[in-house]
């Protein structure tokens, strides 16, 4: 599948490009390009933003009549901020602050000169130039002291004082925004003041700052994470009681059992440090016996064996087996077994002991623990996990024919354990089937299915039965198997069942049933791979085939109404005029307002925590969640944007495409679209694969990390980017660059286009291979001959598989909403 196309937008106005080029030639070079680009592009650009903002490119000025001879010439500043603005949108920062500064020196009216003098200061502060920050930043306040935005200027020199550890002079900052903007962000500020003050040394004032910033408000994620902030300073200083008061602060309102037993664990720990060892054990001990599971348990543990306290053996040995130290689970179990006799003794203790006995080795004593359940706790529920522990225990030790021997005894012989004896049969059927056996498989899954047809074994086990008959050629078999399945399942399991119905009917020649079923399974789960699996075969396309056209412009006004009336009917909403704006009580959230004034003040992260808390409080209104999605979006707040935008699908219980389509640009929008069709063309991709791959990765958020370090909107890993870095000759590299919405952008594009041109253009190896690395990706294309659908069931890993299908229906709503043909 070739997927190298023209994208050359509509309208292309080279010629104007051409005399703007021209006649603002004393500009940088860079604000040159960066206009001539948004110029060619103006003609493709959705109108986003409220329904009357201004849309985010450049838009064409007029030409600039030439006096002779210029002394200096200048260029519309309105333009120049404008292009300047989409410099820090895209990560420019650079460029940015030389094009701030290009209006600044232009001496243009303060309408133009003070916006620019500020956002001047936030693009040195996101890059990291503190310095120029609080230049920038001082000369705004030095020259704009009536602006309205003077106290986040304020704020933000604060930040870059920080960053240049000169605390004094950014408590002095922070303590002058709190003076100019009370009750609005006043926790994140005193939280700033405390961690300068403690800098300095003042430990005192900054306890009491650190105090002022826990009574004030904030949402409850971010307020549980400065509360052990603050408890660990206490504890520095010796005060062990007002440290062990904010931990229980903490677990008054936290939920969470892992960080309940965190919590638990560091306030007993304090006691301990603080000399009250009496108190500091008793609360080990409650740890130990209450989060039983959790690490924190198992160390709590150690600190009490450590202090010689006696414990339970059998808590003792089901803690340290849940954690996984064996040795020590079975010394304990095996202690607590000799201390009682065998009928208070809990078929739970024989179950982990001979699962301990098997991690290290000793299959022969984990056989004996399982069978001591089976022959003395028939009644117990762990006896059919007994059972099943045998088999699994030859199956470990290499004995496939013995494991599947020991399986269809089990079903053979306790058909009255449902749970136990399906779960039997589907790993016998799966053991078959995995070595070379797919008759046997085949006939073990029908078993299944015939006995349990309730079960969720037999319905797997039925898809891997009719997947066992196709790899056999027995497509008749397979296609009765995938009906029968497509009879009792439901969603992505039915519409799977159909799309294989639909399929083989048209192998077979018979397109009525194909039509009928592939329709099904379009319909069984609207917006998921299966069902746009199904649509392409309907429409006879193939996978990621790109649309004729791109359209990228759209009737916002027409498209806003017509979602206003279907938010209308849909949730029978009365209020007259327009819905998009926020109403009072939104307008007065103080999560909003909170995140609001975060997010000037480019605490992005800080700013989502307060978004995010906002949507899950609304998230079952779909008329606040639709204000909140066009506001947010406003905002350059594009993840939170979104989660609103999917909630109000979500509660309208419809498929993304069944929304009006205003309503679904909002869950998949297109963010970042002049970086990404300069790329896209750059590499002769798919832009709407790029904006699929954005989508998924990070949700559109520019600053996302992932747990494996992955960065930015692409999620590039940091090793990879080393690597791309290197490949694309990227000037002075550094880790951070993924944060840049144009590198991050180009670094994802340029890895996916190895992939592509790596698999010959198959898209769906090419993002198996960027997800999981293309080695496997070719072992499983290899296994698949090439079958778009037998490729996935060839992909081992299960987060692969869900990301190639997430991209395939993520790809086919971005063709719906913004193709042509």
Same mark, same amino acid.
């Given at each position: 599948m070739d997927q190298k196309h023209n994208l050359s937008a509509p309208n292309d106005q080279v010629g104007t490009g051409a005399v703007l080029r021209h006649r603002l030639a004393p500009l940088a070079a860079a604000l040159m390009l960066l206009a001539a680009c948004n110029l060619n592009q103006q003609q493709t650009i959705i109108v986003t933003a409220t329904p009357d903002a201004t849309a985010t490119q450049t838009p064409?000025?007029?030409?600039?009549?030439? #006096?002779?001879?210029?002394?200096?010439?200048?260029?519309?500043? /309105?333009?120049?901020?404008?292009?300047a603005d989409n410099y820090l949108l895209n990560g420019y920062y650079e460029n940015a602050v030389s094009t701030y500064q290009t209006v600044l020196g232009q001496n243009a009216p303060q309408e133009y000169a003070a916006p620019a003098a500020f956002r001047l200061g936030q693009a040195a502060l996101r890059e990291g130039l503190f310095s120029s920050a609080v230049t920038a930043l001082t000369t705004f306040?030095?020259?704009?002291?009536?602006?309205?935005?003077?106290?986040?200027?304020?704020?933000?020199?604060?930040? /870059?004082?920080?960053?240049?550890?000169?605390?004094?002079?950014?408590?002095?900052?922070?303590q002058q925004y709190l003076t100019m903007r009370p009750g609005l962000i006043d926790s994140y500020a005193y939280e700033r003041v405390a961690d300068a003050q403690l800098a300095l040394g003042q430990t005192d004032p900054a306890l009491d700052s650190y105090t002022q910033a826990v009574q004030a408000n904030r949402t409850l994620v971010p307020l549980l994470a400065l509360r052990e902030k603050v408890a660990q300073v206490y504890r520095t200083v010796g005060r062990t009681a007002d440290a062990v008061a904010e931990y229980d602060a903490i677990l008054a309102v936290a939920q969470n059992a892992p960080y309940r037993a965190t919590i638990d664990f560091e306030a007993a720990q304090a006691l301990l440090d603080g000399g009250e060892a009496e108190n500091g054990l008793a609360r080990m001990q409650s740890v130990f016996e209450t989060y039983i599971g959790t690490n924190p348990a198992y160390d709590a543990m150690r600190v009490l064996l450590d202090q010689g306290v006696e414990l339970d053996s059998f808590t003792v040995g089901k803690v340290s087996y849940l954690y996984g130290d064996y040795e020590r689970a079975i010394d304990a179990l095996n202690t607590y077994s000799t201390e009682y006799e065998l009928s208070v003794i809990p078929a739970e203790l024989h179950l982990m002991l001979g699962r301990c006995y098997r991690e290290l080795g000793n299959s022969a004593a984990a056989v004996t623990a399982f069978q001591t359940i089976i022959d003395q706790y028939p009644q117990d529920p762990s006896f059919g996990e007994a059972l099943l522990e045998q088999g699994r225990t030859k199956f470990l030790l290499g004995d496939i024919p013995g494991a599947i021997e020991r399986y269809l005894f089990i079903a053979d012989n306790y058909g009255y354990l449902t749970d136990t004896a399906a779960e039997a049969l589907w790993r016998a059927g799966y053991l078959y089937g995995t070595n070379d056996s797919p008759t046997e498989s085949r006939q073990t899954f029908e078993r299944l299915a015939n006995d349990y047809p309730n079960t969720d074994q037999a319905r797997s086990g039925l898809f891997l039965a009719a997947s066992a008959a196709y790899k056999l050629?027995?497509?008749?078999?397979?296609?009765?198997?995938?009906?029968?399945?497509?009879?009792?399942?439901?969603?992505?399991?039915?519409? #799977?069942?159909?799309?294989?119905?639909?399929?083989?009917?048209?192998?077979?020649?018979?397109?009525?049933?194909? &039509?009928?079923?592939?329709?099904?399974?379009?319909?069984?789960?609207?917006?998921?791979?299966?069902?746009?699996?199904? &649509?392409?075969?309907?429409?006879?396309?193939?996978?990621?085939?790109?649309?004729?056209?791109? &359209?990228?412009?759209?009737?916002?006004?027409?498209?806003?109404?017509?979602? #206003?009336?279907?938010?209308?009917?849909?949730?029978?909403? #009365?209020?007259?005029?327009?819905?998009?704006?926020?109403?009072?009580?939104?307008e007065a959230d103080p999560r909003l307002i909170r995140g609001r004034e975060l997010w000037a003040v480019a605490a992005f992260d800080e700013a989502g925590s307060e978004f995010g808390d906002l949507l899950e409080a609304y998230k079952n209104d779909g008329l606040a969640s639709y204000q909140l999605a066009i506001d947010l979006r406003s905002r350059g707040a594009y993840q939170a944007s979104v989660i609103a935008g999917a909630n109000i699908i979500t509660l309208a219980k419809v498929g993304t495409l069944d929304a009006p389509a205003y309503i679904a640009r909002l869950r998949y929008p297109i963010y970042y679209l002049d970086v990404v069709l300069k790329v896209a063309q750059e590499r002769e991709i798919d832009p709407l694969l790029m904006f699929s791959l954005m989508r998924l990765e990070s949700l559109f958020d520019a600053n996302a990390t992932a747990a494996a370090g992955e960065k930015g909107l692409t999620q590039v890993i940091p090793s990879t980017a080393e690597y791309i870095a290197n490949q694309l000759n990227w000037p002075n590299y550094k880790h951070s660059d993924l944060f840049r919405p144009y590198a991050s952008i180009a670094f994802g594009a340029y890895y996916l286009d190895e992939q592509l041109d790596r698999f010959d253009q198959n898209v769906p190896a090419a993002l198996a291979g960027y997800n999981a690395g293309p080695g496997r990706a070719q072992d499983w294309l290899s296994l698949s001959g090439g079958d778009p659908d037998l490729f996935m069931t060839t992909i081992t890993i299960d987060s692969t598989r869900a990301y190639v299908q997430r991209?395939?229906?993520?790809?086919n709503i971005y063709r719906t909403l913004y193709g042509e043909g």
């Open positions: 064409e000025p007029s030409p600039v009549p030439t #006096e002779t001879p210029p002394p200096t010439p200048t260029v519309d500043p /309105a333009l120049v901020l404008q292009v306040i030095t020259q704009y002291p009536q602006d309205s935005q003077l106290a986040q200027a304020y704020f933000l020199r604060g930040d /870059a004082y920080l960053g240049l550890s000169q605390w004094s002079d950014a408590i002095a900052d922070f050629g027995e497509t008749a078999r397979a296609e009765q198997l995938y009906a029968r399945l497509a009879s009792t399942a439901s969603g992505d399991s039915q519409a #799977e069942a159909y799309l294989w119905v639909g399929r083989l009917a048209l192998q077979r020649g018979d397109n009525s049933t194909a &039509q009928e079923t592939l329709r099904l399974a379009v319909q069984a789960a609207p917006d998921g791979y299966y069902s746009a699996r199904a &649509q392409d075969l309907v429409e006879n396309r193939l996978p990621f085939a790109p649309p004729a056209r791109y &359209q990228f412009q759209h009737d916002a006004l027409v498209d806003l109404n017509a979602a #206003e009336d279907w938010l209308r009917q849909t949730f029978g909403i #009365e209020q007259a005029g327009p819905l998009w704006p926020l109403s009072a009580a939104l991209m395939y229906g993520f790809y």
